[in-house]
């Protein structure tokens, strides 16, 4: 099993940047895919950026070109540097870890954009 915990969220005036940090621990962090999830207020749950353990990246459309997910496999984390953030951004952002069938969440940090 792995723990995640997220950390980074905060308030942000609109254009601006904040980056998003993940750390796990209870596994081999190494063998997973990672990836980072948000649920705005009233939405469902949606991608937005994920890495596989050879460091391949995939992201949703409304982050494209914005935001870059990244991992360090001896600090056993993944980060999430966010950039031009726009209001519709905010929203809580989740950590993942994904093997097979097994799959991981953190509890969670609030990303909050003001116009």
């Known amino acids: 099993q792995v723990r995640l915990v997220e950390s980074g969220g905060g308030l942000v005036q609109a254009g601006g940047s904040l980056r998003l940090s993940c750390a796990a621990s209870?596994?081999?962090?190494?063998?997973?895919?990672m990836g980072w999830y948000r649920q705005g207020p009233g939405k469902q749950r949606e991608l937005v950026a994920t890495?596989?353990?050879?460091?391949?990246?995939n992201y949703g459309f409304s982050v494209k070109g914005r935001f870059t997910i990244s991992r360090d496999n001896a600090k056993n984390t993944v980060s999430l540097q966010m950039g031009n953030l726009k209001p519709e951004d905010t929203a809580v952002y989740y950590c993942?870890?994904?093997?097979?069938?097994?799959?991981?969440w953190g509890q969670g940090t609030q990303v909050t954009v003001s116009s």
């Open positions: 993942n870890a994904a093997l097979g069938p097994y799959n991981c």
């Open positions: 209870g596994s081999i962090f190494s063998t997973y895919a």
């Open positions: 890495i596989t353990r050879g460091g391949s990246t």
